[in-house]
């Protein structure tokens, strides 16, 4: 009530989605139609009744098949621009958007036609609604080197129009150290640095997240608040950890939103944030996630200032923009 007021006012940026995981499933039947793609399932009830996962891996068969209905460049552009018009509508003004490109290149889709039809809605979105919308290209992790170093070279050619490299799938057996020549490159190239860690795999991921690929901010991290020195360095450097509460919920890394380390998090000096991560399967978008979690910890009015001013400092912006999106 008072306090989904409060969420909905606030100017917030959000710095952990997937824009693929923004395909709701109307658009995934509609894209199908026009695009001539066979779904495995036969409705948008049945779709939305395979969104019951017990693992991230249970999430992913189901996202890498639906983003299958993504072919050309005005497919991209309509997904980009729908989740950038809803988020506009939560109050968003910042947005650094993931997109999975071998997840379309893997399906002879070309990279331009993804990164053309992300781009073109993103600076569309910037003129028509103000908010700001920057792309940061994802690294799938269950893939191998070569293949992340391919898609990279592939980048190098967007290098105006990417403004960073993450990486994201399959956490478990797929340690961050499988990527440190992939990242070392991007880093020359001048792309800023994130990566999923500790969502399901173990602390000692998320150290080598900062100490191999040397990332500017973790994606999820719930784990490092398993080793007291991690989240001592955490706390010192001001890492930011993009937290993702309904997911984790629906990923069953947090068995009850209640028992969500959110707070314990900001109460050890964390630069916590809160994102919605894949909004059309988790349950909802960034102010859905700010409530959820809020209303189950109980959180005050100045914690929820706090988290939406803590995306500001997390987001790749210059004080000049910082100042002039507030
Ligand atoms: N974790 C890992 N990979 C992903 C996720 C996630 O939460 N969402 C989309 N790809
Ligand atoms: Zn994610």
């Not at 999430?59 to 809803?86: I, K, N, P, Q, W």
């Not at 073109?120 to 191998?144: F, K, N, W």
């Not at 910890?297 to 004080?319: E, P």
Request: contains cysteine.
């Amino acid at each position: 009530p008072d306090r989904d007021h409060l969420v909905a006012c606030l100017p917030k940026c959000e710095l952990h989605i997937h824009i693929e995981g923004s395909l709701e499933p109307e658009m995934v039947f509609a894209l199908a139609r026009r695009n001539h793609i066979r779904l495995p399932w036969d409705s948008v009830e049945a779709l939305r009744r395979a969104y019951a996962f017990g693992s991230l891996q249970d999430f992913l068969d189901v996202y890498y098949v639906g983003m299958s209905v993504l072919v050309t460049e005005h497919d991209f552009y309509d997904l980009a621009l729908a989740y950038l018009r809803r988020a506009h509508a939560d109050n968003v003004v910042h947005v650094e958007m993931f997109f999975d490109p071998q997840g379309h290149t893997s399906r002879g889709i070309a990279f331009d036609t993804v990164v053309n039809g992300l781009s073109r809605a993103c600076t569309q979105a910037r003129e028509e609604l103000g908010i700001r919308a920057s792309l940061i290209m994802c690294v799938l992790r269950h893939l191998d080197e070569a293949d992340a170093q391919r898609t990279l070279d592939a980048a190098l050619a967007h290098r105006d129009r990417i403004v960073g490299v993450g990486l994201d799938s399959s956490e478990k057996g797929n340690p961050p150290e499988k990527f440190a020549r992939v990242f070392a490159r991007a880093r020359d190239a001048g792309f800023s640095l994130f990566a999923h860690a500790g969502e399901e795999g173990p602390p000692d991921y998320v150290w080598q997240a900062l100490d191999v690929l040397g990332v500017a901010r973790v994606d999820h991290g719930n784990r490092a608040l398993e080793d007291d020195v991690l989240v001592a360095r955490l706390a010192r450097d001001r890492v930011p950890l993009t937290v993702c509460p309904l997911s984790n919920l629906r990923l069953r890394v947090v068995d009850d939103l209640r028992h969500h380390p959110l707070r314990h998090m900001m109460e050890k000096g964390l630069a916590v944030t809160v994102n919605s991560d894949d909004p059309a399967y988790f349950g909802g978008y960034v102010n859905d996630n700010f409530s959820a979690v809020a209303r189950a910890l109980d959180l005050s009015a100045s914690d929820i200032v706090a988290l939406a001013r803590s995306s500001f400092t997390a987001a790749m912006m210059t004080d000049a923009e910082r100042a002039a999106a507030l």
